[in-house]
């Protein structure tokens, strides 16, 4: 399957069944609208680029851990955060967050479902395959109803309040802007970019397995009695052709031995992979990849990347760009829809001193902190709320330094004349 044909497909489908939301289709079931498995075959399975991105980022994301407060006060024991370390009988926490981050940043559509005896806290969450998670769409905004699907069958059907939105199913997605449900894929803004650097992989492979031989042309110059050249007939040409397309033609025959008989001359013609450059073009192909993904394309192994002097500001990059903002949607999401069920009053923050990556930021803050204290400009409080501190007694006064004071003072006691 091709990236790029896949997405004109969608489009298509979408030009036909774009104005559902805003006319009628009550109840009309909205499928997932890519080919996820063949995306997700062609992209996370076959393209390092996209499965480093696409690593990097769940991983970083599900090694971030929640903190519980109820107003400023840190909770440390409660049932919703058992529930986050051990969402379901075979999951943890970073299993289910690498899932739920992977199935976001591969299809723009992550998919969580809560189970327990009704009117109680949930006591399992388990991660939706969103190529399984059909829409029934409702004719607004809000859907009807989340369906799971199994080999074409709707195996269970979440229904959704028509009021609230509320349903046991959260539907975590990227924005979408002709898409009234689903959101948009990162792999779409890459189709081409994708499917350049796989053509480039098949192409070198096959070249190598064919010992590296350019493509060139066939010439065909028999003569007559007379010395005139004789042409090929429509049948000799369109056999011939035929011929060398069944030999030649697609990647798994590139620079394959051409045997030639009578008056047929080869000529090359095609370029060796020196000669096109097909490193800048791999290059190319793999940091618009990484763009799509908000990862700075030194962290993917593009060679000649010096977009940050080094890795480590790379790496700080990659989580103010994409890490962060994935967690803080997350976060939000939770809290409106997955805290509730434990009481009020109670909210949900990611923990941001967990990720060493940030380190380096969070002692330039408090360093910078520290001036403004020592010149007055800032409370200690304040301080130290900018860095996620507590309060203390007392840090709400602003300081002075006492060997600071105002210029004509200084002018008036120069001038005093000292008392005998």
Request: proline share 7%; with cysteine; net charge negative.
């Amino acid at each position: 399957m091709n990236f790029a044909n896949a997405w004109r497909a969608l489009w298509r489908a979408e030009e036909k069944s774009a104005p559902v939301i805003a006319v009628s289709g009550l109840g009309q079931p909205r499928t997932l609208p890519e080919r996820y498995e063949a995306l997700a075959a062609e992209g996370y399975q076959q393209n390092v680029v996209v499965f480093r991105c696409v690593r990097l980022l769940s991983k970083a994301i599900a090694a971030v851990p929640f903190m519980l407060f109820r107003g400023t006060e840190r909770i440390t024991d409660h049932p919703l955060l058992d529930l986050l370390e051990s969402p379901a009988p075979t999951k943890g926490r970073v299993e289910l967050f690498t899932a739920l981050s992977a199935y976001w940043l591969l299809a723009g559509n992550g998919f969580l479902v809560k189970l327990g005896p009704a009117g109680l806290p949930p006591r399992e969450l388990w991660p939706l395959r969103p190529d399984r998670v059909r829409i029934s769409a409702s004719g607004r905004e809000i859907p009807e109803a989340y369906e799971y699907m199994v080999e074409g069958r709707v195996q269970t059907r979440y229904p959704v309040d028509a009021r609230t939105g509320a349903s046991t199913v959260k539907h975590f997605k990227t924005w979408h802007p002709l898409d009234d449900h689903y959101g948009q894929s990162p792999l779409q803004a890459a189709a081409w970019g994708t499917d350049q650097h796989n053509a480039a992989n098949r192409h070198n492979l096959a070249l190598l397995q064919n010992s590296g031989r350019p493509s060139g042309a066939v010439v065909f110059k028999p003569q007559d009695e007379s010395g005139q050249l004789v042409p090929l007939t429509d049948e000799q040409r369109s056999i011939l052709k035929q011929d060398l397309d069944a030999k030649l033609k697609g990647p798994d025959n590139a620079g394959r031995i051409l045997l030639l008989e009578g008056d047929f001359n080869w000529t090359q013609m095609g370029l060796s992979p020196g000669d096109m450059d097909w490193a800048a073009l791999k290059n190319m192909s793999a940091g618009e990849i990484a763009m799509a993904y908000d990862i700075p394309p030194q962290l993917v192994n593009v060679e000649g990347s010096l977009t940050f002097a080094n890795f480590e500001q790379a790496r700080l990059s990659m989580y103010e760009e994409a890490v962060l903002p994935i967690l803080h949607r997350f976060e939000s999401d939770l809290n409106e829809w997955l805290v509730p069920a434990f009481g009020d009053g109670l909210r949900l923050k990611y923990d941001v001193d967990a990720i060493p990556a940030l380190a380096g930021r969070k002692r330039a803050q408090m360093e910078k902190n520290v001036g403004f204290v020592q010149s007055g400009v800032m409370t200690i409080n304040e301080a130290r709320a900018d860095v996620g501190l507590s309060e203390i007694d007392g840090g709400d006064t602003p300081l002075v330094p006492g060997k600071l004071r105002p210029l004509s003072k200084t002018k008036d006691a120069a001038t005093e004349t000292p008392h005998a």
